[in-house]
């Protein structure tokens, strides 16, 4: 199986900051790799798919970016709506996998 | 609007099964892989399973092979997981999820439509 770590698993911001969360796969997955915000109690959202494609309707403060086993995803200035808590996943080889999350809190 | 909606969970007792259903409409149902992917309270997404369009490949996750089923009737426009001999590390919200289209999974997208999830509880 193909594990997926993101780093950091907590991150504490503000309002306006620049923001960057990694996500590492443990074998090389090319750039077979979505980004998805979600926020208590809804279903996630996804963000970014093939790794640095913007979803449709998402603000460009959100990029991503990487290939091969290191990726990482950049929200440029944060706004209030996107304390949350943000998943990648590869969908490389089954089992699709997901990393543990990281939660993106308000200093 | 694609609008997906799930149904079916509750409380049960270890060992015992339950069928989750998932009503989609907004879409076109029949060319989407459909999924099922659950989250534990307090903890992160898991995938559960997946099923192609016509319902003749399917995926699972380890440590629900041999115990849960995923399914589809294209007809209306549905999804199913039927769950037997649960576990308490079953317990989850269990969403279910348009995987990819042909169209979509070219792009790389997946995951686009959720729906709301239902709490599945396996408790004495």
């Known amino acids: 199986d193909i594990q997926m770590t993101q780093s950091p698993s907590s991150l504490s911001a503000s309002v306006g900051d620049r923001v960057t969360i990694t996500c590492r796969a443990s074998?090389?997955?090319?750039?077979?790799l979505v980004w998805f915000q979600q926020k208590p109690g809804k279903a996630p959202k996804p963000l970014i798919y093939?790794?640095?494609s913007l979803q449709s309707g998402v603000p460009s403060r959100f990029s991503g970016s990487g290939s091969g086993t290191d990726f990482t995803l950049t929200i440029s200035s944060l706004q209030p709506e996107d304390f949350a808590t943000y998943y990648c996943?590869?969908?490389?080889?089954?089992?699709?996998?997901f990393g543990q999350g990281t939660r993106l809190e308000i200093k | 609007e694609v609008q997906l909606v799930e149904s079916g969970g509750g409380l049960v007792q270890p060992g015992g099964s339950l069928r989750l259903s998932c009503a989609a409409s907004?879409?076109?149902?029949?060319?989407?892989?459909m999924s099922w992917v659950r989250q534990a309270p307090g903890k992160g997404l898991e995938w559960v399973a997946n099923?192609?369009?016509?319902?003749?490949?399917?995926y699972y996750v380890d440590s629900v092979k041999g115990r849960f089923t995923i399914s589809r009737d294209n007809a209306k426009n549905s999804l199913y997981l039927q769950m037997n001999s649960l576990r308490a590390e079953d317990t989850a919200v269990y969403y279910c999820?348009?995987?990819?289209?042909?169209?979509?999974?070219?792009?790389?997208?997946?995951?686009?439509?959720w729906g709301q999830g239902t709490l599945v509880t396996v408790s004495s």
């Open positions: 996943q590869q969908y490389k080889s089954y089992p699709v996998t």
């Open positions: 099923i192609k369009q016509d319902g003749g490949d399917k």
């Open positions: 907004g879409f076109t149902f029949s060319s989407y892989w």
């Open positions: 999820a348009t995987y990819c289209s042909a169209t979509s999974c070219d792009l790389g997208m997946r995951f686009d439509y």
């Open positions: 093939a790794a640095s």
């Open positions: 074998q090389g997955i090319s750039n077979y």
